[in-house]
């Protein structure tokens, strides 16, 4: 489905609503909050009321502006009690916006619009292309198909959304369109210096203390695949907690000798959080399905069970499968 067809289903729903809640995945990147703030800047110029849902940190996007008022765990049932319409971004099952999924069973009508790979289509009116950069740049082309004006903070949003999912306008799914639309969205004014500082080169003195572990243990295992990981007491002794490695596989991923690059993170609850990458032919998003997760085909994640040594092993088990297939 194109812009320009699912633009009258849109604008059908918007008109037909006053109050939208907005979700995005739990442990919001920054195509999930350029996407969410980008629509509720919109619904808010036209005079309707929108929330958005964030379950999870998001200090690092302090970048972005946030138009409208900010839900949380602690206030997301009482939100729904008031009717509205729910829109989901930058994924595609109600589960992945954690205790977001609540809404599906309160909404009055729902739309889903999302670029991820086989998730299936869970919202009354479900526009998902995998071929998109970013939920971001599926908003900026309805947007223009609808007809709906932008404005310099949705622009923020959305080049902010278009510059995380392609890793800073770099990533194989990069096309000259998309640099035509990043170059007419910073038209608008977006201070890009500060919005690719923000994203891509600012960390804690935590953060770097805790990126200086990950390094010293990373692997390379079969000569092509990098992978290292932090455990509780790893991030104990760094003054850190597992937030604070956002970003880390994609610094293993600048490795040469990496085709596919696996970072796992124990989370507080005992869990293995997995975050991968490839370069050229290993289909990270179907190693990741394999445990309940999803994504790209170049980037993509799940949660295992612990403890740490049984999921490295069945994530490499699991991409091994696919050194085989390779001549
Ligand atoms: P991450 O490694 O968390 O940066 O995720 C890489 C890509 O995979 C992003 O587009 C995520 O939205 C997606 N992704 C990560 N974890 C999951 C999951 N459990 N289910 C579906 N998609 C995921
Ligand atoms: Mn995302
Ligand atoms: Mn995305």
């Not at 993509?300 to 999921?311: E, K, N, R």
């Amino acid at each position: 489905m194109t812009a320009a067809e699912f633009a009258p289903v849109f604008r059908a729903f918007v008109e037909a609503n006053d109050r939208f809640i907005l979700c995005g995945h739990i442990r919001p990147d920054g195509d999930s909050i350029g996407s969410c703030t980008a629509m509720a800047g919109l619904l808010k110029s036209l005079g309707k009321t929108a929330e958005i849902y964030y379950e999870g940190d998001i200090s690092h996007y302090d970048m972005i502006p946030q138009p409208v008022e900010m839900l949380d765990p602690t206030t997301i049932k009482a939100a729904c009690q008031r009717p509205f319409a729910w829109i989901l971004l930058d994924c595609a099952q109600p589960a992945r916006t954690g205790q977001g999924q609540i809404c599906a069973e309160y909404c009055k009508a729902s739309i889903c619009i999302d670029h991820h790979v086989n998730m299936g289509e869970y919202a009354e009116h479900n526009w998902i292309d995998p071929q998109a950069t970013s939920a971001s740049e599926m908003l900026f082309r309805l947007f223009k198909a609808a007809g709906y004006p932008i404005h310099r903070e949705q622009a923020t949003s959305l080049f902010a959304g278009i510059a995380f999912d392609t890793g800073g306008f770099r990533h194989s799914s990069m096309t000259p369109e998309i640099y035509t639309i990043a170059g007419e969205l910073s038209g608008y004014g977006v201070a890009i210096t500060d919005v690719m500082n923000g994203i891509f080169h600012t960390k804690s003195m935590i953060e770097q203390k805790v990126l200086g572990v990950i390094l010293r243990k990373a692997k390379l295992y079969r000569g092509c695949i990098i992978v290292s990981e932090v455990d509780q007491a790893d991030l104990r002794q760094a003054g850190g907690t597992s937030d604070d490695c956002e970003g880390a596989v994609a610094v293993l991923a600048e490795t040469r000798e990496a085709e596919a690059s696996v970072f796992l993170r124990e989370l507080s609850n005992g869990q293995i959080r997995v975050n991968m990458r490839s370069k050229q032919y290993i289909d990270v998003a179907e190693a990741a399905r394999a445990f309940g997760g999803g994504g790209h085909v170049r980037a993509a994640g799940c949660t295992l069970d612990g403890p740490m040594l049984m999921a490295k092993q069945q994530v490499l088990t699991e991409l091994y499968k696919q050194l085989r297939e390779e001549p």
